[in-house]
């Protein structure tokens, strides 16, 4: 007996039936789970505050838990929650170990963690792996004992060049701005070496060349999977290794039309896609094998094309990665089926899902983004001075109409939070209220990453929308959000919550997370179409309805009122042959 994978790769029924946890137990014998899983991402700061001190917290995820597992989600993602000063949001690490008291506790931890298993939720927790805090007792030690010691060796440290090493050590930049390096100050008073940067100069680089940095991580990894979690979403997982002797880097001219994206270029960037990193995955796998139950690691890694973003999930490396390449496809037929078309392929032949994923806490909320023609490049933002602005109206119906086409997609689906609800990008964040340090590090020139963090609607009438009972919120809300809140959503046909919950309870009961994509021809070049099993999906990016087959529609992004598929409009119809 065969179980047909995600992409179709045949696997024996044995390799199905692994020793159980306690988790799965509870959530039963579905292994593999994650080669068809939608994973809903918390972003912790803004899902739900307990406390009322405007930021969210560990049991405020744990109070609100019930309403994911009413959406029909398998998992969840929770963005950093440990010990930071939060200059990046908690990707700023200064113990791995350890709740930052903004969030709770360890013990608010293994209580949502299980609450979610007791729900049928899987955990995943993020890993920052690349960089540190400048707060972790590892850089302050190293700090203390100068250059040369085995506690510099942790980091990326070295002389800087010129007569009185005055300028930086190479030519790099960090992806927020600015240069890749700061200088330190001896105790003395005097410049000291540099250290390197890739994001903020409160992020230091680790060096992976140090086999002290590979120990202390398995150790983090075997900490959480003690304490339960189902996996690790892997931070900046194409930069942990840089070339050997950091040699500066000459970019070519970006082509016009190429993707900008600060953190994927199609070329050879000496701190990107180094091949060094694979084995340190290979090594997490093992790792991972150390305990029981169907643990996994997904990369976060920009790397085009996907045929070489497909390294990172070898059957001995990491079991998905995000496909940053079809988030930023535009909404055009050709297009959406072309970078389909190479995921399946490009992922399938490694026997890996493809994932899809079309917002996060880093990018432009899809129902602004796709309103804009073309978005800024990722990492730029939008705010009250940008040039363009999205058409709100057009943004969200394609929002639905995206989402819908990628629910019935085979693979595994990336849900970020409060795309449920249709939240747009919130543009209007006064300067002054802004806390991302890449808008800082351009000097106000980028808005970054804010609009989409901003805490979300629970109750159009609470304080705050019931995102935290005093009504506090770290970044301002809109005062026009009471449509957009679950409780103004929840039971109302048409909805996007209902669209939401009615697309995952039909992509469960037809298996579509471990379907098989066929294309349908004859519906012209704007209609995404294709089969998944038993169902039809008929995806419209163009402005010209298309006659529908006959059949009945299972779920549908806008209201069909005559046997026509309007623009923007996506469709699942029950398959007849
Ligand atoms: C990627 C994370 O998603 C982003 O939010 C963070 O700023 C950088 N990595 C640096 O950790």
Redesign the pocket.
């Known amino acids: 007996m065969t179980i047909e994978s995600a992409q179709g790769s045949s696997l024996p029924a044995d390799e199905n039936t692994l020793p159980l946890t306690a988790t799965s137990q509870i959530i039963g014998r579905n292994t593999e789970w994650w080669r068809s899983a939608v994973i809903y991402q918390i972003y912790p700061r803004s899902f739900a505050d307990s406390d009322g001190d405007g930021i969210g917290d560990l049991a405020g995820i744990a109070q609100r838990l019930p309403s994911l597992a009413k959406l029909g989600i398998d998992a969840i993602w929770l963005?950093p929650f440990f010990t930071s000063p939060q200059n990046?949001?908690g990707?700023?690490v200064a113990d791995y170990c350890d709740v930052d008291p903004l969030f709770g506790t360890l013990d608010d931890f293994d209580r949502l963690e299980k609450e979610a298993h007791r729900l049928g939720l899987r955990v995943i927790v993020d890993l920052?792996p690349?960089?540190t805090s400048t707060d972790h007792k590892w850089f302050t030690e190293a700090l203390e004992a100068g250059p040369g010691s085995p506690e510099r060796a942790r980091y990326l440290f070295r002389d800087g060049q010129g007569a009185n090493g005055e300028f930086p050590p190479n030519n790099w930049q960090s992806?927020?701005g600015g240069a890749a390096w700061s200088r330190t100050t001896n105790p003395d008073g005097r410049p000291g070496q540099w250290y390197l940067h890739l994001?903020d100069s409160s992020?230091p680089d680790l060096d992976w060349t140090n086999p002290w940095v590979h120990e202390q991580f398995r150790e983090i990894l075997r900490f959480w999977l003690r304490r339960g979690v189902d996996g690790f979403r892997v931070?900046?997982a194409h930069g942990l290794v840089k070339a050997a002797g950091l040699p500066d880097f000459f970019a070519p001219a970006v082509e016009e039309g190429a993707s900008t994206a600060s953190m994927s270029q199609p070329v050879d960037v000496p701190y990107w896609a180094q091949p060094g990193v694979h084995e340190i995955y290979r090594d997490w796998h093992r790792v991972l094998e150390e305990f029981e139950g169907d643990r996994v690691l997904c990369a976060?890694a920009w790397v085009e094309p996907l045929s070489k973003l497909a390294n990172w999930v070898r059957p001995d490396e990491m079991q998905q990665a995000f496909n940053f390449s079809y988030l930023e496809t535009p909404w055009s037929g050709p297009e959406i089926r072309a970078i389909v078309d190479e995921s399946i392929a490009a992922f399938g032949s490694v026997g890996a899902p493809s994932t899809w994923v079309l917002s996060?806490?880093?990018v432009i909320r899809h129902a602004s983004r796709l309103g804009m023609n073309p978005p800024p490049p990722q990492g730029s933002g939008i705010g009250p001075k940008s040039e363009h602005r999205p058409d709100e109206a057009v943004g969200l119906r394609r929002a639905r109409a995206a989402s819908l086409m990628m629910l019935a997609l085979p693979g595994s689906g990336y849900v970020y939070q409060g795309e449920e609800l249709g939240l747009p990008e919130v543009i209007d964040l006064p300067d002054k209220a802004r806390q991302d340090p890449t808008f800082f590090r351009h000097h106000g020139e980028k808005y970054g990453?804010d609009g989409c963090r901003v805490p979300i609607p629970w109750e159009s009438d609470a304080p705050g929308y019931g995102f935290s009972p005093t009504g506090e919120s770290w970044l301002p809300q809109p005062t026009d959000w009471q449509d957009y809140a679950r409780d103004s959503q929840d039971g109302v046909p048409g909805s996007t919550l209902e669209l939401y919950t009615l697309a995952l309870r039909t992509r469960a009961s037809y298996n579509l997370g471990l379907g098989t994509l066929e294309w349908v021809d004859g519906y012209g070049d704007d209609v995404v179409a294709f089969t998944n099993g038993d169902v039809t999906v008929l995806a419209n990016t163009g402005t010209i309805a298309v006659e529908l087959p006959l059949g009945e529609i299972l779920a549908a992004s806008e209201d069909i009122t005559e046997a026509a598929l309007p623009g923007d409009t996506t469709v699942w119809m029950l398959r007849r042959d």
């Open positions: 963005s990046d949001a990707y700023d920052v690349n960089h992806v927020f994001f992020q931070d900046v976060e996060n806490h880093d990453r």
